[in-house]
């Protein structure tokens, strides 16, 4: 499975995030809970999400540190994650920025009210939130 996500993930061809990035958000451990990689099915839904973060990679001028991308059921449990998380339908991840938390915020609103994508946005105290769930949805944690 891991090599079969990586050829997948390398097949973008993004130019500022590498799937090991993406792929050891499927192997973390919190508790005695591993995360899973996402069902094959559902590997198409992170798409849209890569494209905007490679964006906003590009604009800010910043590495960008992904620290959640899909999360398992269980996973997403143990996180303390949303019910209806866009993380378990693998739209969605949490970027920490060099730059505040503010400033990628206000950099993905822009790209969302230019028509770069439709989803959520979330801001919090060390990152951000983005989805590309198809209707735009703004929250601060």
């Known amino acids: 499975m891991k090599d ?9 061809q993004l130019r500022h ?14 508790g005695k809970v591993t995360n899973t990689f996402p069902p094959e099915e559902l590997w198409p839904n992170i798409v849209p999400t890569l494209w905007v973060a490679d964006q906003l990679r590009r604009h800010l001028g910043y590495p960008l540190i ?13 996180v303390g994650g949303a019910i209806h998380s866009q993380h378990k339908n693998n739209t969605a991840l949490d970027l920490i920025p060099r730059v505040t938390p503010k400033e990628a915020f206000t950099s993905l609103k822009k790209l969302r009210d230019a028509g770069a994508f439709k989803g ?13 769930r198809g209707r735009n949805a703004t929250w601060t944690g």
């Not at 079969?4 to 973008?12: I, M, N, R, T």
């Not at 992904?66 to 143990?78: D, G, H, M, Q, V």
């Not at 979330?122 to 989805?131: C, E, K, L, M, R």
């Open 4 to 12: 079969k996500y990586y050829k997948f993930l390398k097949g973008l």
């Open 17 to 30: 995030f590498a799937p090991e990035e993406i792929i050891a958000q499927s192997e973390r451990v919190r």
């Open 66 to 78: 992904i620290t959640s991308a899909y999360r398992s059921e269980k996973y997403n449990k143990k």
């Open 120 to 132: 959520g946005l979330g801001i919090y105290t060390s990152f951000v939130h983005i989805d590309t």
